[in-house]
Every structure is written in structure tokens, then in C-alpha cells.
């Protein structure tokens, strides 16, 4: 498997602040991001019990190749593309999907326009990535509903909101939005087929797991 592929890439000023974040991150991610990051093996779950099994996947937002893996797993005849900006990201990502061959698929560049030739997916998964789209998650949502075969399904599962000021402050600086601007576009592009939002630590914060057909 070719780790990368580059097809296209956006400025550096555009990638600069994203990509410096996430090339110290890279390291610690998987070790740090599971105590709130949740939900994220509960979107799988629902796409899964929800309908016939994809066989061509697309995850906006890859990162280290968590759920690469998993829908690897629980999809053993689906081909899977990963999308990702940060190359530090995707080198982890690369080291896991490896035993998977040509069947794990990665590419590097910003989501902001369909895929193209390689679109067709029936199943276009982002986790945790939209909200850090500031701009451009409207461009992404876009672009999936684009890449997406006549009833295929996007899934997602993301920070929605908080009441708590500071949370909010510190997400910002770490890149999150969190002011519940996915749930409506979402709605407006895709025909809501779980639409669920959960509370994390008390209601510190909520997150949105949303299943949509085109």
C-alpha cells in the first residue's frame, strides 16, 4: 500500500496552524483522545444494524486510522478511503492499516471538494473532524453528499454544543467549534435516519451521532 497519495493540498498559510497542531499530536492522540471522544464505536454500531453492509467507504478526517480499523474489520469486503490533512497523522495511520494492503487506501488532502474519480462511496463516515472545519465544514458536507451513490448513508460523530463558557474557550483554542452548527446542515442535505444528541460528564458538553441518506 502507498501510504500517502497528494493529489491536492491547500495553501501553507491555510494548513499551517492545523498541521503544526497535529504533528505533536500525532504521538499522544490515540493515548489521550478516548476519554472524550465518545461515541465513536456507537456510530459504527448504528451503520452497521441500520442497513446492508458498505462496500466502498470514505472517512473525512482520518486521523490515526482508529476507525480505518474498524471499519476494516467489521466491513472485511468494503474498500476503504481515508482523507486527512496532516501527514504526521497519516504516517500513523499508514503503520496500522498496512496489514490491510490495497484494501486500506489513504489521501492526503483538504476536504473540500468531491473526490472525483474515485467518489461513488456508500458510505461516507467523519468523526470527530467537522468541528474543527472552521471554515469549511459546509464545503465538506457538500462534497459527501456529492461522493455519495443514490441512498448511500453519511455518518457522524462530533461535538454539538456546551453551556460551559470555559470548556468552550479551551475547545476553541484547541480548534472546536461547539456552538451546534453540524446538526443543521445535516438535516438540510440528508434524510435523518438517527439523529441523536448525548451528554458527556454531566452535560458538560454534547455530541451529535447522525446517520443520513442521500
Same mark, same amino acid.
Given at each position: 500500500?502507498?501510504?500517502?497519495?497528494?493529489?491536492?493540498?491547500?495553501s501553507?498559510?491555510?494548513?499551517?496552524?492545523i498541521?503544526?497542531?497535529?504533528?505533536?499530536?500525532?504521538?499522544i492522540?490515540?493515548?489521550?483522545?478516548?476519554?472524550?471522544?465518545?461515541?465513536?464505536e456507537?456510530?459504527?454500531h448504528?451503520?452497521?444494524?441500520?442497513?446492508?453492509?458498505?462496500?466502498?467507504?470514505?472517512?473525512?478526517?482520518?486521523?490515526?486510522?482508529r476507525?480505518?480499523?474498524?471499519?476494516?474489520?467489521?466491513?472485511?469486503? !468494503?474498500?476503504?478511503?481515508?482523507?486527512?490533512?496532516?501527514? *504526521?497523522m497519516? +504516517?500513523? /495511520?499508514? =503503520?496500522?492499516?498496512? @496489514?490491510? &494492503?490495497?484494501?486500506?487506501?489513504?489521501?492526503?488532502?483538504?476536504?473540500?471538494?468531491?473526490?472525483?474519480?474515485?467518489?461513488?462511496?456508500?458510505?461516507?463516515?467523519?468523526?470527530y !473532524?467537522?468541528?474543527?472545519?472552521?471554515?469549511?465544514?459546509? *464545503?465538506?458536507? +457538500?462534497? /459527501?453528499? =456529492?461522493?455519495?451513490? @443514490?441512498? &448511500?448513508?453519511?455518518?457522524?460523530?462530533?461535538?454539538?454544543?456546551?453551556?460551559?463558557?470555559?470548556?468552550?474557550?479551551?475547545?476553541?483554542?484547541?480548534?472546536?467549534?461547539?456552538?451546534?452548527?453540524?446538526?443543521?446542515?445535516?438535516?438540510?442535505?440528508?434524510?435523518?435516519?438517527?439523529?441523536d444528541?448525548?451528554n458527556?460528564?454531566? &452535560?458538560?458538553?454534547?455530541?451529535?451521532?447522525?446517520?443520513?441518506?442521500?
Open positions: 500500500m502507498t501510504p500517502t497519495e497528494t493529489p491536492v493540498l491547500p501553507k498559510s491555510d494548513r499551517g496552524g498541521e503544526g497542531y497535529y504533528r505533536w499530536h500525532a504521538r492522540y490515540d493515548a489521550t483522545r478516548w476519554s472524550f471522544l465518545f461515541g465513536r456507537a456510530v459504527l448504528r451503520v452497521a444494524a441500520e442497513g446492508p453492509a458498505p462496500t466502498r467507504i470514505l472517512e473525512i478526517g482520518c486521523g490515526t486510522g476507525n480505518l480499523l474498524s471499519l476494516a474489520r467489521r466491513f472485511p469486503k !468494503a474498500e476503504i478511503i481515508g482523507v486527512d490533512l496532516s501527514a *504526521a497519516l +504516517a500513523v /495511520a499508514a =503503520r496500522k492499516a498496512a @496489514p490491510y &494492503g490495497p484494501r486500506v487506501r489513504l489521501i492526503r488532502q483538504a476536504y473540500n471538494a468531491p473526490l472525483g474519480a474515485t467518489a461513488g462511496f456508500d458510505l461516507v463516515l467523519c468523526s !473532524a467537522l468541528s474543527m472545519f472552521n471554515p469549511g465544514f459546509e *464545503a465538506a458536507i +457538500a462534497a /459527501a453528499e =456529492r461522493d455519495l451513490v @443514490p441512498g &448511500g448513508r453519511f455518518a457522524l460523530v462530533d461535538f454539538h454544543a456546551t453551556q460551559v463558557r470555559g470548556f468552550a474557550r479551551w475547545m476553541g483554542v484547541n480548534h472546536v467549534r461547539m456552538d451546534g452548527q453540524l446538526r443543521p446542515i445535516l438535516r438540510r442535505t440528508f434524510t435523518p435516519v438517527i439523529d444528541l448525548r458527556a460528564y454531566g &452535560g458538560v458538553w454534547e455530541y451529535l451521532i447522525y446517520v443520513g441518506r442521500r
